[in-house]
């Protein structure tokens, strides 16, 4: 975006939305209406129903019978990638709208939320292209007598339940793939950030998405969402939020059995060796850190630094986080915006202090940026940091940083796998067996190498150890909304059992 646009204004009046179920528009009628104040500016935004268990079984009946009826899924590949391919180009002229709207709820700069809209259609391309690369195996091995098939098939009825940092990036990170694969949906967004997965509604269905197959059911996680982790008639959920609440999510899908996909925390390591390029490590380390206010699963909130470098690098970076400009959202020029959440603001500032009360050095930062109105905080850097302290333990998801020299590569790799997380990691160095060697040996799902959060569709994500199960995106994020059906075909006369 160019940054010398002029600054949006704010809405005359909150935009108010009903919810979306089986292809139609429903009111809000009685129902507890959510008013979402901008995080940045203090005032309403939208209005946004808060449906209620019973809503979500009734998007869940309509789910079920677009599934079972195969209006959707028993499309071909070919017919399905028209659908998508038509979506991306919806979401492109509906670029504005989303990341204006999308700003507004969670805080982020207007450029990164346009630049997140543009790159959702993207998916949506691709995943057209998966709808129509999606396929089984043979075996052809088997005798004369015997042919194997190996048949992928819709997994059925998929709940989303996605967080409000990145709302519309994470849900474009699945629907195109759950519908690719020939499932159908209800999806939950976050209460504080509902806008823009509601918009998607109307983009699906200009597409020529068969009613009943997208249906958006807002309202509060420990009702609706969890009504959805227990619900009988879901056969997969995706969920994407902390781990706490992913870890009650894996207890209440155990009534039905039904599969879990789990994006869950980080903690994630920025690895930089001496032979890196300094400048570049130090603004990729700030962008990891600072981006989206650090409200990231995949943040690089732990550097770990080549002893020999580490004082000159930290001076280098905080210089480098005193240039971020932190401010209006609304301003095309801003990279970085509001904290999201009230109780997310609460919870960084506790963790800053908390690093402060247990004796690690504040480098830079550490402190709210008062603009009058809205939640703001400084980029943070700790140094002095021990690997027991809770700052270096837990996800904090906000721009907080706690340094960790190392000697030796080996202590490198043991101090970045000290953490219960496997979401992602990063690696700075110059020196390609260094860099292969770490990137094999470090634990996590992602691994950049002198990059970060960065990446196209084509690859999967997802975490190892406490980040969470199965992946999401590329060709693999199709598969994991399918379940596989061995077919055994004998050809000619049976030889008989009875003689
Ligand atoms: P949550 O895990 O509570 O929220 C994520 C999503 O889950 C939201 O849609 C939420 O709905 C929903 N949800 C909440 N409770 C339940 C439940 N019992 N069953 C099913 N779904 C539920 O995260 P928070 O918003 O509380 O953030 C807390 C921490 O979680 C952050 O500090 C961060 O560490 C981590 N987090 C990680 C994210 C990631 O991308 N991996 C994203 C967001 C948070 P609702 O918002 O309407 O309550």
Request: glycine share 10%; with cysteine; aromatic share 8%.
């Amino acid at each position: 975006m160019d940054e010398k646009a002029p600054i949006l204004s704010l809405p005359s009046e909150p935009r108010s939305f009903g919810f979306f179920v089986e292809g139609a528009w429903l009111d809000a009628g009685d129902r507890k209406i959510m008013e979402r104040e901008s995080p940045a500016h203090e005032v309403p935004v939208t209005r946004i129903p808060l449906c209620t268990a019973a809503d979500l079984d009734r998007a869940v009946t309509a789910a079920r019978a677009a599934f079972e009826d195969r209006r959707w899924s028993g499309l071909s590949g070919a017919e399905r990638a028209a659908v998508l391919s038509k979506a991306a180009a919806g979401i492109r002229a509906r670029v504005d709208e989303l990341a204006y709207w999308e700003t507004l709820e969670n805080g982020k700069p207007i450029a990164q939320s346009r630049g997140e809209v543009e790159g959702a259609a993207g998916i949506y391309d691709y995943a057209a292209g998966a709808a129509r690369m999606l396929h089984g195996d043979t075996f052809n091995n088997l005798g004369d007598k015997m042919l194997g098939l190996v048949t992928r098939e819709p997994i059925g009825v998929v709940g989303l339940i996605t967080p409000w940092n990145f709302p519309f990036f994470i849900l474009s990170e699945r629907v195109p793939f759950v519908l690719a694969a020939g499932c159908t949906i209800v999806a939950k967004p976050s209460e504080f950030t509902s806008a823009t997965s509601l918009i998607m509604a109307d983009i699906l269905a200009d597409a020529g998405l068969p009613a009943g197959v997208y249906n958006v059911v807002p309202g509060l996680g420990a009702e609706v969402g969890q009504a959805m982790t227990e619900h009988a008639d879901i056969d997969m959920v995706s969920f994407t939020g902390s781990s706490r609440v992913g870890r009650s999510a894996i207890q209440a899908a155990s009534g039905n059995f039904k599969k879990l996909g789990l994006e869950l925390g980080g903690k994630n390591p920025q690895i930089v060796f001496a032979d890196a390029d300094l400048d570049d490590a130090a603004d990729g380390v700030a962008f990891g850190l600072a981006f989206n206010t650090g409200q990231c699963c995949v943040s690089g909130s732990r550097l770990v630094v080549e002893a020999s470098i580490a004082d000159d690098f930290t001076a280098r970076l905080s210089e480098k986080l005193a240039k971020v400009r932190v401010g209006d959202p609304l301003d095309p020029a801003t990279q970085v915006g509001a904290i999201t959440t009230d109780a997310q603001n609460a919870t960084i500032l506790d963790y800053i202090a908390a690093g402060q009360a247990a004796g690690a050095t504040l480098v830079t930062g550490g402190a709210s940026i008062d603009r009058g109105k809205g939640r703001f905080i400084a980029p943070t850097l700790f140094a002095g940091v021990t690997r027991d302290m809770t700052i270096a333990r837990e996800e904090i998801f906000g721009p907080v940083l706690s340094v960790f020299p190392f000697a030796t590569p080996d202590e490198a790799i043991a101090i970045a796998n000290d953490t219960n997380y496997g979401l992602a990691a990063s690696i700075w160095t110059k020196d390609i067996d260094k860099a292969i060697q770490t990137s094999r040996r470090v634990q996590a799902g992602r691994v950049w190498v002198n990059c970060t959060i960065t990446g196209g569709p084509e690859l999967p994500i997802g975490g190892f150890k406490q980040s969470g199960w199965g992946r999401e995106t590329g060709i693999y994020g199709v598969e994991e909304y399918t379940q596989i059906k061995s077919v055994h075909i004998e050809l000619g006369k049976r030889d008989p059992w009875i003689a």
